[in-house]
């Protein structure tokens, strides 16, 4: 079956570390997402994608990037971890408008 | 700035009854509507989407969309406390597939 895995999920780092979350979904689908979400925000977007090399910033994109080399994955890397990105991480897939999306499990990250 | 906005509850109905929950958002060319529903510790999960106005019912579930009034609802009838749960509304930003999603309502269905 199809599927939309993160890993790791659970995440402790320190703060102004690099860290890289993964993500890899087996939908064959363009559209690719991550969100993050914390008490009282719901979910924000932070980068997104409709393709092989093409990414977009969202929302709340700084401090954030992503890469989209293949249809599979969008990786999400922190540059330099603070405190304020302390969150759960969702990425999320979709075919494309006007579907709607398909989430992987979410990554629980804590920088100390 | 694009919105969706929710009420964040809880609402609390009886196990039994019609849970009524609504959403309203501000991009007057959203096209696409969505329901997702989030188990405590979980990820968000697909339970409904609309794209015209009026009604669309899945079992137990019926959205609801007002164009004009900028407004979608979800009806859950027979409610259960397998229900309970905090219920995403997400809209398409203009006619692309990027959603912006509401800060949930949590619902709470006692026996």
């Known amino acids: 079956d199809a599927e939309i895995t993160q890993s790791p999920r659970h995440k402790i780092t320190e703060t102004g570390r690099q860290v890289t979350l993964a993500c890899h979904q087996t939908w064959n689908h363009n559209n690719m997402f991550w969100y993050r979400q914390d008490l009282g925000h719901g979910l924000r977007l932070i980068h997104y994608?409709?393709?092989?090399?093409?990414?977009n910033k969202g929302e709340v994109s700084d401090g954030y990037s992503v890469s989209r080399s293949n249809t599979e994955d969008l990786p999400l890397t922190l540059e330099s971890a603070a405190s304020s990105q302390t969150s759960v991480y969702f990425c999320?897939?979709?075919?494309?408008?006007?579907?709607?999306?398909?989430f992987g499990s979410g990554t629980r990250l804590t920088v100390v | 700035q694009k919105e969706v906005e929710q009420n964040s509850g809880p609402l609390s109905v009886p196990e039994g009854a019609i849970a009524s929950l609504n959403c309203t958002y501000s991009?007057?060319?959203?096209?696409?509507f969505f329901w997702y529903r989030q188990y405590s510790g979980k990820s968000p999960e697909l339970i409904m989407s609309i794209y015209s106005n009026g009604d669309k019912e899945d079992g137990r579930f019926t959205a609801q969309l007002n164009k004009a009034s900028q407004y979608v609802s979800l009806l859950i009838r027979d409610s259960q406390p397998s229900d309970s749960a905090t219920y995403l509304c997400a809209v398409s930003l203009g006619g692309y597939n990027k959603l912006i999603f509401g800060a949930g309502t949590r619902l709470a269905v006692h026996p």
């Open positions: 994608s409709y393709g092989v090399q093409d990414t």
């Open positions: 991009d007057r060319v959203s096209q696409s």
């Open positions: 999320a897939s979709s075919p494309g408008q006007p579907y709607g999306y398909t």
